[in-house]
């Protein structure tokens, strides 16, 4: 991967998402902000690849995961009025499914391509089948999207304005379905079929410090303060008292690891 395909992916993105454009309203505000999600996965890429310490071709190569990773978002918003995969369809499939139809890998050799779509397909998954589990784009692309989506997500929850889309159409209600809080607790992610209200969804995002590849992305999403954020959003009982004891612990972790 060169610097020059990697800018003609970003034209072609570009203009890509513009053909969803539309008039102010709901869509439009959800088309755009998946736009600045997925350039800030970008930058999030290219700062992991330095933390690690990768070259050009393999930088490059991240960047353009980034980039493709959420093609499937803008048909699945525009069909289904949702982000929830489980209520629509597989938005990281339809994008590989996209990538492939347009052509636009078909200058790399097989095995960039293989690797980018791997990544692609795998990276809004529970968690990495064992036989791609070391590859380091299938994780690097995990550790970038989840930063970005915590950013989203903490912003969301303190803002005023409620944005169904984010709320994955799930009611406001007052508790919490106990089952996740332990999953958190006990060092495990929380199932998405485990979520019946937005309370149960920030305990789904808690439950991400779990499925983080890289102690530089721990630093950062424990640097902004995304998970005091989603927890000061909780109700307030002695069992979340637990709970954000141990989600501090892990965050803190970081500065042990190699
Ligand atoms: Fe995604």
Known sequence: MDSFLLARLTEWLDGYIKGFYREDGPLQ?????????IHRVRENMATLAGDLGLGMPETALGEAVALLHDVGRFPQIEAYGTYNDAASVDHAILGVLIIRREGLLSSLPKDERRRICQAIALHNKYSLPPRFAKKRLNRMIRDADKLDILRIVSAHHVGDGQNPALDLGLPHLPG?????LQDVIEGKMALMVDVASVNDLKLLY?????DINYPSTIARIEKEGYMETIMGELPITAKIDCLR????????SSSLSP
């Open 206 to 210: 808690l439950s991400w410090i779990w």
């Open 29 to 37: 505000s959800n088309i755009l902000l998946k736009e600045d999600h």
């Open 176 to 180: 919490y379905t106990p089952k996740l």
């Open 245 to 252: 004891h141990t989600v501090r612990m892990r965050l803190s």
